[in-house]
C-alpha cells in the first residue's frame, strides 16, 4: 500500500489556490507555462509524512496509530508566497509556502513523522517545509526561478487545521487517486 500522512484543504481554499494558480501560470508565460504540470486543486493537501510502499500486514497497526487523536490544539493555517524546489538551479517544483502557522505545523509533523517511525518506517532525512506544490516542471532552467521569484508573494487562502488524514495513493496513467483510511483530530476548544 502506498501511503502518506496530509492536512486537508477545505473548498474556499481550493478555490483561491486554483485561482493563483492561474495568476501564476499567467506571470510565468505561455512559453513556460507549458513546460510545467500543475496539480488539480481538488488533489491538493499538505503532505506531513510520505511514507511510500508499506506491506499490507505492517499497515493496519500503523494506520490504526496513525488515526489516533494527536495532543495539539486545533490551529489556523494561512498559505502565501511561492517558491521552488531545489534551492539552486533549475527548479523542479513551484510551490505555495505557509505564510502563518508553520511552528504548530512543524510540531503537527514531528508527532506524525514519530508515531510512523515506531512502526518501522524510514521517513525523508531531508528538514520538513510545510508547502503546497502547486506544478512540476517537466524541464525547466535557471532562469524559471526568477520568473517565479518575480511572481509576488501575498496571501492565497487560510484553514483551520483540526485533523489530519491518512491516505492510500494509487497511481495510475490518469493520474492519482486518493482514498481515506483514517482521520486523526485535533483538540479543539
Known sequence: ????????????????????????????????RSAMKWVRPDHMHLTLAFLGEVDEGRAAPLIE???????????????GGVGVFPPRGAPNVLWLGVAAGAEPTSALQRTVADRVRQHGVSLEARPFHPHLTLARYRNAGPADRQRVI?????????IRVDHVTVYQSHLSSAGPSYTVLARANLRTA
Not at 150 to 158: E, F, I, N
Open 1 to 32: 500500500m502506498r501511503l502518506f500522512i496530509a492536512i486537508d484543504l477545505d473548498d474556499a481554499a481550493r478555490a483561491a489556490i486554483g485561482r493563483e494558480q492561474k495568476r501564476l501560470a499567467a506571470t510565468i508565460g505561455d512559453k513556460r
Open 65 to 79: 496509530d496513525a488515526g489516533a487523536d494527536l495532543p495539539h490544539d486545533a490551529f489556523d493555517l494561512r498559505f
Open 150 to 158: 518575480t511572481a509576488g508573494v501575498h496571501d492565497v487562502a487560510a
